[in-house]
């Protein structure tokens, strides 16, 4: 085990509590769902134990009102987490059962898992293992294509969770969606109460227990350092859109997650159907992540529609590559934060 890696990306299947009560097994699955992707690493989940069951509730101090006013992208979040949970329980020899909003849970429950009886091996061990392995890659990929068998087998990944996986198919209509993401990044760096959100998830280290290190992003030390600062006082629009653009245009691979509703029960099948591609994907090499902004933009996400000629609702863009290099993780808050009675 890598010492080096932030404490709760350190678990071990052999640490199973096998021989343990339900709520020590269930804590040691929820070990796994921390490890779900979030927009500005913010975590925006609590874990509440009872039984065999895991309730999900967003947590509602960690919803970005600037960006995410629905908390569309927070329930995504959660749902990535969902998924984590299903695949944990499954692989420990234990069925797993949701609802989206049980009725006969608190209001603010959105997901609750149900662990049921015994199951065979589950088929699904490459996924398994690859949570502890998924990154989001912010630097350009490798370049070497994604093999069309594997776009495939994504598309149905895709699908088994009831979203739709639409690929980006010609360069010029990849340089069509980079110029949305990089206009949708200047009109997000123009405003204040987003900058002032962003600045206040940058962290300076790898210590702090949430937020984005300066360094995924390619900040150097002191720029890490200042970035709090000056994404508060200074507009970075046009250095993101720079960005941004160039990352969308050398992808091997841009796609969108849809689904037919734009509810909360969509929004968390959208987060299943992420987490579900991103972890088939790592099993094979690959790494990804987001470029979200021209779905925060209700403008430009129905440009984004068009663009991509679907009349069904896009809740995700991701990029997908070969990383050029070790991809560090993010660091994630203790258990005893996310579990609530």
């Known amino acids: 085990m890598d010492t080096r890696l932030p404490r709760a990306w350190r678990l071990s299947e052999r640490d199973y509590p096998e021989n343990s009560d339900s709520e020590d097994q269930?804590?040691?699955?929820?070990?796994?769902?921390?490890?779900?992707?979030?927009?500005?690493?913010?975590?925006?989940?609590?874990?509440?134990?009872?039984?065999?069951?895991?309730d999900i509730v967003p947590d509602p101090f960690r919803i970005l009102e600037a960006r995410d006013p629905a908390g569309r992208e927070r329930a995504i979040?959660?749902?990535?987490?969902?998924?984590?949970?299903?695949?944990?329980?499954?692989?420990?020899?234990?069925?797993?059962?949701?609802?989206?909003h049980p009725p006969e849970a608190d209001s603010e429950v959105?997901?609750?898992?149900?662990?049921?009886?015994?199951?065979?091996?589950?088929?699904?061990?490459?996924?398994?293992?690859?949570?502890?392995q998924r990154r989001s890659w912010r630097q350009p990929f490798a370049e070497k294509p994604v093999p069309a068998d594997l776009l495939k087998s994504l598309q149905e990944a895709a699908r088994l969770e009831?979203?739709?996986?639409?690929?980006?198919?010609?360069?010029?209509?990849?340089?069509?969606?980079?110029?949305?993401?990089?206009?949708?990044?200047?009109r997000l760096g123009s405003n204040e109460a987003v900058r002032r959100e962003s600045a206040g998830w940058i962290r300076a280290t790898d210590h702090a227990e949430d937020g984005v290190p300066g360094r995924a992003m390619g900040m150097s030390p002191v720029e890490a350092m200042l970035a709090p600062v000056t994404h508060r006082v200074f507009n970075y629009g046009d250095t993101r859109a720079n960005r941004d653009r160039s990352l969308a245009c050398t992808?091997?691979?841009?796609?969108?997650?849809?689904?037919?509703?734009?509810?909360?029960?969509?929004?968390?099948?959208?987060?299943?159907a992420a987490q579900r591609v991103l972890l088939g994907a790592v099993a094979q090499g690959l790494q990804g992540s987001f470029l979200n902004p021209p779905v925060q933009i209700p403008e430009l996400r129905n440009r984004l529609k068009t663009l991509l000629d679907i009349e069904i609702w896009p809740q995700v863009l991701v990029r997908l590559g070969y990383p050029t290099g070790p991809a560090r993780p993010t660091p994630r808050r203790p258990l005893a934060d996310v579990l609530h009675s």
Do not use: M
Not at 77 to 100: D, K, Q, T, V, Y
Not at 114 to 131: D, N, T, V, Y
């Open 110 to 132: 959105l997901a609750r898992l149900h662990r049921e009886g015994p199951c065979e091996p589950a088929p699904e061990r490459q996924l398994f293992q690859a949570i502890l």
């Open 251 to 272: 992808a091997p691979l841009v796609f969108a997650l849809s689904t037919e509703g734009d509810e909360p029960e969509d929004w968390v099948a959208c987060g299943q």
């Open 162 to 186: 009831g979203a739709r996986l639409t690929p980006v198919t010609s360069p010029s209509l990849q340089n069509a969606l980079a110029g949305l993401v990089a206009e949708a990044d200047w």
């Open 77 to 100: 979040s959660c749902g990535s987490a969902l998924f984590n949970l299903r695949l944990a329980c499954r692989h420990f020899g234990r069925e797993a059962s949701f609802r989206i």
């Open 26 to 54: 269930l804590r040691f699955l929820v070990g796994y769902a921390i490890l779900a992707p979030s927009p500005q690493n913010s975590q925006p989940w609590i874990f509440r134990l009872d039984d065999e069951t895991i």
